[in-house]
């Protein structure tokens, strides 16, 4: 079992719709969580951090189920420039980040 | 700040040539990362080090070799160039809060390697 896992998507969503996805991962044990957002194949830039309580930023709101070990991310008001694909990423053992393999979203005009 | 910086950020290679991916960051980050990524998937962590003069390998290490013999500088070896090692590699480096990084990753833009 992959230690994260994500539907690839693509997610195709006009301007304004709202889009949602998860992840999942096996790690029981995993402290740090995180969205992390990458374009067309540049370095990978964190967009959030995730916390137990869930978390807001801007049209961003990511939420933590550790009972059920997944992690959300939702986006509001999609803007075209939203489209990248997300990456799950979760700390696995030591010092070293889990990545999913990353869920695709295109905002069309 | 530049933050992480990596050189070159392409290179065509040939079989069996060999080539060192250079990687320095001036945020004085304890933890240094290489990641490849191929097209489509995922990263892949090759090595990780955890301060100067320690390193330790991670999920795909073969045909890699790296060094760490100071805080900023983070080199990564192909010995022997194959077409399987045709990818991005991305180097990154975090700060130590405790023994996670909490705080995540800082990557650099990546170098994109074709083996030919």
């Known amino acids: 079992r992959k230690e994260v896992e994500q539907d690839p998507g693509p997610f195709n969503v006009p301007e304004g719709a709202t889009v949602a996805f998860n992840c999942t991962y096996s790690n029981s044990a995993s402290q740090s969580f995180f969205w992390y957002r990458q374009d067309c194949r540049k370095e990978p830039k964190l967009l959030m951090s995730?916390?137990?309580s869930g978390n807001e930023d801007g049209r961003f709101t990511a939420q933590l189920n550790r009972a059920s070990q997944y992690i959300s991310l939702l986006i509001r008001d999609s803007k075209l420039s939203d489209s990248a694909t997300y990456l799950c990423v979760v700390n696995g053992n030591d010092y070293k980040l889990s990545f999913g393999a990353g869920t695709t979203v295109t905002v069309r005009a | 700040n530049a933050g992480v910086t990596q050189t070159p950020k392409f290179r065509i290679l040939k079989i069996g040539q060999s080539m060192t991916l250079q990687c320095t960051q001036d945020m004085n980050h304890n933890y240094m990362y290489w990641y490849r990524q191929d097209p489509g998937m995922g990263l892949k962590l090759i090595y990780y080090s955890v301060g100067a003069g320690i390193t330790d390998k991670g999920e795909v290490p073969n045909g890699y070799n790296v060094s760490r013999s100071t805080t900023e500088d983070f080199p990564l070896r192909l010995e022997l160039a194959a077409p399987s090692q045709t990818s991005v590699y991305f180097c990154?480096?975090?700060?130590?809060?405790?023994?996670?990084?909490?705080?995540?990753?800082?990557f650099g833009s990546g170098t994109r390697l074709t083996v030919v």
């Open positions: 990154a480096s975090s700060y130590d809060s405790g023994g996670n990084p909490y705080y995540g990753y800082t």
């Open positions: 995730v916390y137990s």
